[in-house]
């Protein structure tokens, strides 16, 4: 992988999970029934959401935001697996595998911002309704789920860069059904040390950073719960 003779990697063969043709089809089925529901589900929610104004709230706000990174999450994968199912030549050029990559992270990781938006939403409705509709403003949504997405775009950008800069001159053959930066990191045709370490840091600010706002949000809401006095106020919350 590191003899300078070879030349610069244009495309990439996706093995896959698994080598077997019944297999492959049965998968093909599988994954299209599964990203249908995913789809039809997503842009239900978005479609009710918009239609009821008794949803037109900071909680179903956020949720169309979710709704939203989910489906463009699905469709970015999904699509591109389902037609290499059923090729026998499963490649992707270099740049749809570059830009795959991006939207991948892109839309995952502004879904594990918004998850930590959301738990503090909640965490403000039940734990002090009072001031909530002066706290949840819709100025402060959309700050926040602005935010959730730039967050997003930002982390994709510095992991995306750190992986693909790196010389891809040897094998081009990912074992997996979609481009992601552990997979292309072992192909690469130099140390990866760096580019391992960034990826990692990365993935603790938006990973470890929104589930430990998760787990402190909604465990000032349990003990919050708990200690109520009212059986309504309880069931309510």
């Not at 860069?161 to 930066?181: D, K, M, Q, V, W």
Request: proline share 3%; aromatic share 10%.
């Amino acid at each position: 992988m590191r003899q300078t003779n070879e030349t610069q990697v244009t495309e990439f063969l996706l093995l896959g999970l698994s080598g077997d043709p019944h297999t492959q089809k049965l998968l093909f089925v599988l994954f299209l029934g599964v990203y249908l529901v995913t789809v039809l589900g997503n842009l239900l929610l978005m479609f009710l959401v918009q239609a009821d104004s008794r949803l037109h709230t900071p909680m179903y706000f956020f949720l169309c935001n979710l709704s939203l990174a989910d489906l463009c999450f699905s469709t970015n994968i999904v699509p591109q697996a389902l037609v290499h199912l059923l090729s026998r030549r499963k490649a992707i050029s270099f740049r749809r595998c570059a830009a795959q990559l991006l939207l991948f992270l892109i839309f995952g990781c502004t879904q594990c911002a918004l998850l930590a938006v959301m738990s503090y939403d909640r965490y403000v409705a039940i734990c002090n309704p009072l001031h909530y509709p002066s706290i949840m403003t819709w100025r402060v949504c959309i700050q926040l789920a602005t935010a959730s997405w730039t967050s997003g775009f930002v982390v994709s950008v510095v992991d995306t860069t750190f992986t693909l800069s790196l010389p891809y001159r040897g094998s081009n053959s990912i074992a997996h059904f979609f481009c992601e930066a552990p997979a292309l990191l072992t192909l690469a045709s130099t140390d990866t040390h760096t580019s391992e370490m960034v990826i990692f840091l990365m993935g603790v600010v938006i990973l470890l950073l929104p589930v430990s706002l998760i787990l402190v949000s909604y465990g000032h809401i349990i003990v919050t719960v708990v200690k109520m006095k009212s059986a309504s106020g309880r069931l309510k919350a």
